[in-house]
């Protein structure tokens, strides 16, 4: 056990390597960079705007009339759009500000020292700590994926083991269909029609459409403080369970139906036990293995992936939030620190999803696998 450990986590260095170096390199490609953002901005202000740079103490003016002698000659075969008319010495201390002054190895092997120690740096925009800013979006999205997660589970195993002891009935039939519909709707476009029913899009005005609490939660008593909350939980929950809940149904139902048909079951009926007894005191402890087992993973998952256009569209302030927003305005420091954070967390879930299953099954063992 401990060997298997070790061997994965050594792994995890290069998986982690590999991760940042392709993202490192499509960032390099993706057009409208800080650097051109600013151009931009700063263009809109007119001639004759000045930024202060802090870090160099000077003052630097942004083009001028096309009869200026500055403005003739500067911005000529810069790389960046919409710099015609910009001083050089301009440009490259906007360089300078966001680090592409420096090459690009160079810049990335930086970027990899500093992640080694933690330190993912600053927004460009924000001007906080990337660390900080994920410390302080955390919670929203573990709360989402949390509470999606566990009615995830209450929903999926029981409707499993039914849909498994009742297999090719009527009910098994029309909760199938219910099943299907839920995979092969995605979460958003429940979230899109939750609205348009429920927070006032066009018939009910039931639920908020905006963050978890109301403007007036901090003068709220502790119960009508939690019930707003849940209040506002109510549709983005709902969102990912019912598009979330399909594939650990379907998953719940194959697996007791897979022990259901072992010999050690026929035995137990042979032996005069009751049905409800054979279920539950010998199927569900070995058809609930994989299930128990993968509840980390699944939390993760949930977590990662299916809280990122839930928090976009009822303007939840979590890490969905976050990397959309920082996506759109190209702050590079917080989309590449993130994505380090959340592979390092999915690399270590999945580590703890391998050591439950041998944990709850001891005949399981990973031992002579490759990692």
């Not at 301009?90 to 680090?99: D, P, S």
């Not at 039931?206 to 901090?218: E, K, Q, V």
């Not at 019912?242 to 897979?258: E, P, R, V, Y």
Request: net charge negative; aromatic share 14%.
């Amino acid at each position: 056990m401990l060997s298997y450990i070790l061997k994965r986590l050594l792994l995890m260095v290069p998986t982690l390597f590999g991760i940042v170096l392709i993202a490192f390199i499509i960032v390099q490609f993706v057009p409208g960079g800080p650097v051109e953002r600013m151009i931009a901005e700063l263009q809109g202000h007119g001639g004759g705007a000045t930024v202060r740079f802090s870090g160099g103490g000077s003052d630097v003016g942004i083009g001028g009339g096309a009869g200026s002698p500055a403005g003739a000659a500067v911005g000529q075969g810069s790389q960046y759009r919409g710099a015609q008319g910009l001083d050089p010495d301009f440009i490259a201390e906007l360089e300078a500000m966001y680090g592409f002054d420096k090459p690009a190895y160079e810049r990335f092997f930086t970027m990899v020292w500093d992640f080694m120690r933690f330190d993912l740096g600053e927004s460009y925009y924000r001007d906080v700590n990337v660390l900080q800013l994920v410390a302080e979006k955390m919670p929203v999205s573990i709360s989402l994926g949390l509470w999606s997660t566990l009615l995830i589970y209450w929903i999926s195993i029981p409707l499993g083991i039914k849909k498994a002891v009742r297999d090719g009935t009527g009910f098994d039939f029309w909760t199938s269909a219910a099943v299907f519909a839920g995979y092969a709707i995605p979460s958003f476009m429940f979230a899109i029609l939750l609205i348009v029913v429920f927070a006032g899009g066009t018939y009910l005005d039931w639920f908020p459409l905006r963050g978890l609490h109301s403007d007036n939660a901090d003068q709220m008593g502790f119960v009508a403080y939690w019930l707003d909350y849940f209040w506002h939980m109510a549709l983005p929950v709902a969102a990912m369970v019912i598009s979330g809940f399909a594939s650990l149904t379907l998953l719940t139902k194959n697996s007791f139906m897979d022990e259901i048909g072992k010999q050690y079951v026929l035995t137990a009926r042979s032996k005069g036990l009751g049905e409800r007894e054979v279920l539950y005191r010998h199927v569900f402890r070995n058809a609930m293995l994989i299930v128990i087992a993968g509840f980390p993973a699944a939390f993760i998952s949930i977590f990662f992936t299916g809280s990122l256009l839930i928090e976009v569209i009822f303007s939840l302030d979590g890490l969905g939030l976050l990397g959309y927003e920082s996506i759109i305005n190209r702050d590079y420091p917080v989309v590449l620190g993130t994505l380090y954070i959340f592979s390092l967390i999915g690399l270590v879930s999945m580590l703890i999803r391998d050591v439950v299953y041998m944990w709850v099954d001891p005949r399981i063992s990973f031992e002579g696998q490759g990692g």
